[in-house]
């Protein structure tokens, strides 16, 4: 009898053990998240910037406090997560202060407390290109985080961010946090998310709250009812900064200092044109003037201007006219002191409408330049 008791208690013992281990060695998933929600990312790597250019200020706060602010309150939505993590910053050098390990919120806030000053000037693409190093052993779906105003990237960082998504390939999500409004900082930070499978870019200044990183969080982490969860679900987000909120806006990548209409457009998103004629008209003149301004302050901005007509006439003589008027657009802009080098253009006759070629306002609608910026 008493060694029946003994293999009972034996029994209970271990499974005592064995449900204590499963416990503490999984954390509940965060009751928030819906229950269909799946985790995606397994690995995170974080890369703040506190060079020099933190230390100025952006909307009356210091960039380095808001980058601060917005990891903390990133580090308090990670601590739900099962999770492994890594941080590494750029200051005078580049250095892994948290290597790749299953995230303890502890040790990731004593690290961001820890850069209290910004210095230095190392650019961006040494942190990615060490950054691939970093991820070496990563498994799984692999997010990168970077949290920078943008002025130490350049197109190194650009080729280094298209590097490591070649290695990585559909492994790699890659997302930046702009902290500040500079021209050029912005359109390198838009940029360095196209170069992976997936990723976008947020400004800092739209995580500005716990509901905000939520929704962030969520949107990188998590698949199921969270699936293609981006920035316009934040609520009043404006991820190109032209004053629409991104579930108003219908051309979400206008450029820095672009006049734009109600749908947030570049006003000269569309240039029409009178039949059978290649003349830009003194109304868009004016709005290119403006737009030279654009291309002056944002040099690395590249822009193709797409030609169209209506059906009026054979194919042969709208291809040509399409390519006029694209080129005379083009035309205004160079006249204006924009590089020859931002611009390009292309004619297509009268293979794409974009109304149907049935009554003379719409064949009027159609002939049209349009602006895809690149």
Not at 262 to 269: E, L, Q, R, V
């Amino acid at each position: 009898m008493m060694k029946k008791w003994g293999k009972l208690t034996v029994i209970f013992v271990m499974c005592t053990l064995i449900s204590a281990c499963s416990f503490f060695g999984k954390k509940k998933i965060d009751p928030g998240i819906k229950s269909d929600a799946v985790q995606r990312i397994d690995t995170l790597l974080v890369i703040f910037d506190a060079t020099s250019t933190l230390n100025d200020e952006a909307f009356g706060q210091k960039k380095l406090d808001v980058s601060k602010n917005v990891l903390t309150m990133l580090n308090h939505e990670l601590k739900k997560l099962e999770l492994t993590s890594g941080l590494r910053t750029i200051a005078k050098t580049t250095q892994l202060v948290l290597p790749l390990s299953r995230h303890d919120a502890h040790e990731f806030q004593k690290a961001i407390n820890d850069v209290t000053t910004a210095k230095g000037d190392i650019p961006m693409n040494t942190a990615i290109n060490v950054g691939k190093y970093d991820l070496e052993k990563a498994s799984g779906k692999v997010a990168m985080i970077i949290i920078s105003d943008g002025m130490t990237c350049n197109n190194y960082a650009l080729n280094s961010a298209e590097i490591l998504a070649s290695e990585l390939k559909d492994r790699l999500c890659l997302y930046t946090i702009r902290a500040g409004n500079h021209p050029k900082g912005t359109t390198y930070m838009n940029q360095l998310p196209e170069k992976a499978s997936c990723g976008f870019a947020v400004a800092a200044s739209k995580l500005n709250s716990k509901e905000a990183i939520k929704v962030f969080v969520d949107s990188i982490f998590f698949t199921g009812t969270h699936d293609g969860l981006l920035e316009t679900d934040i609520q009043g987000a404006d991820a190109d900064g032209d004053g629409v909120t991104n579930d108003q806006d219908q051309c979400n990548r206008t450029p820095d200092g672009a006049i734009v209409d109600s749908d947030g457009c570049w006003n000269i998103h569309e240039i029409f044109f009178d039949w059978n004629k290649a003349d830009v008209k003194p109304l868009y003149k004016q709005k290119l003037l403006n737009a030279a301004k654009v291309f002056k302050a944002n040099p690395y901005l590249r822009v193709e201007f797409h030609g169209h007509t209506d059906n009026t006439g054979n194919g042969d003589y709208n291809q040509v006219l399409s390519e006029k008027r694209a080129k005379n657009v083009k035309k205004v802009l160079i006249l204006n002191g924009v590089s020859e080098i931002q611009l390009s253009t292309k004619g297509f006759g009268f293979s794409k409408p974009s109304a149907p070629n049935d009554t003379e306002d719409n064949r009027a609608m159609n002939r049209r330049v349009e602006t895809v910026i690149q």
